[in-house]
């Protein structure tokens, strides 16, 4: 199944990421379901990325720069470990995060809430993940 994926992060900047295609192997019907898939699929290509090392880098086209430009951050897909990662660690530690309230999760601009909400995916439809950051600072 293929979905549109949307990874923002709340910011005083505002820009907002284009949908990219993600394909996932599994229907999912719960949002915790949602969430493993997408973790495994992106643990799976990060330790891909690993596994190629130095050679799997490839220069990035004009077209590519521009792009990351417009988002505001260029990066070339450069894995700084050469340690691969556990898929089943990178799912739990997520599902907590959602729990936790790190994160939230939107299907066609629609809120999820909790990790047993039952879905309806559908081809095409557009996932988006926002990452929200915590604030420091002093409690007086």
């Known amino acids: 199944m293929i ?3 949307e990874l923002k992060q709340l910011s005083a900047r505002g820009r907002r990421v284009a949908p990219v295609p993600f394909e996932i192997e599994t229907v999912p019907t719960t949002v915790g379901e949602l969430i493993a898939a997408t973790v495994r ?3 799976e290509e990060y330790n891909e ?17 521009r792009d990351m430009a ?15 990662q556990d898929a089943c660690e990178a799912v739990e530690c997520a ?5 936790d309230g790190l994160f939230r999760v939107f299907i066609n601009e629609k809120e999820y ?28």
């Not at 260029?74 to 340690?83: A, E, K, L, Q, V």
């Not at 599902?95 to 729990?99: E, R, V």
């Not at 309806?120 to 002093?138: C, P, S």
Request: with cysteine; glycine share 8%.
């Open 113 to 140: 809430t909790a990790q047993d909400e039952a879905i309806d995916l559908r081809e095409g439809d557009v996932l988006a993940f926002i990452r929200l950051t915590m604030l420091a600072g002093r409690m007086w």
């Open 49 to 65: 990325r690993v596994r190629k090392g130095e050679s799997g880098i490839t220069p990035l086209t004009e077209h590519q720069i």
């Open 95 to 99: 599902l907590s995060a959602f729990k």
């Open 3 to 5: 979905l549109n994926v």
């Open 70 to 84: 417009d988002v505001g951050r260029i990066t070339f897909g450069i894995c700084n470990s050469d340690r691969e």
């Open 41 to 43: 699929k992106c643990v």
